[in-house]
């Protein structure tokens, strides 16, 4: 799976974005995917992932209720759509994908996208 990430930018401290990831190469929608994001000089961190049918979720606790992930199997994107943004989310955010199983462990994931920079200003 080929994956490209797109939709960072600069924004400010409480504003919204939207991520998209789009997939080409297999079957999209054999594939659970998820959105991390690295911090300079931090390690990757789980952000959220979504089931091959999109029907279940899993946030990271520090974006609860802010962020939102969903996919179009249809169109072969995934997206995260990002309110109430906070400086402390300015992260390099990436989208990955792996085989039919859910995990929000990021050594689990097979493929990986280059990943868009978002940067929130307070």
């Known amino acids: 799976v080929q994956l490209q990430a797109s939709g960072g930018g600069l924004v400010q401290a409480r504003g919204s974005l939207r991520l998209s990831c789009a997939a080409s190469?297999?079957?999209?929608?054999?594939?659970?995917m998820g959105w991390f994001r690295q911090a300079p000089g931090k390690e990757r961190e789980f952000v959220a992932t979504i089931t091959w049918t999109g029907g279940t979720t899993y946030y990271a606790d520090s974006v609860k209720g802010r962020f939102t992930i969903s996919r179009d199997n249809a169109k072969n994107t995934l997206y995260l759509q990002m309110n109430g943004l906070k400086p402390e989310d300015t992260a390099v955010y990436l989208c990955a994908a792996r085989y039919k199983i859910v995990s929000i462990a990021t050594h689990e994931y097979e493929y990986w996208g280059q990943g868009t920079q978002v940067t929130v200003s307070s």
């Open positions: 190469g297999r079957t999209f929608s054999n594939y659970a």
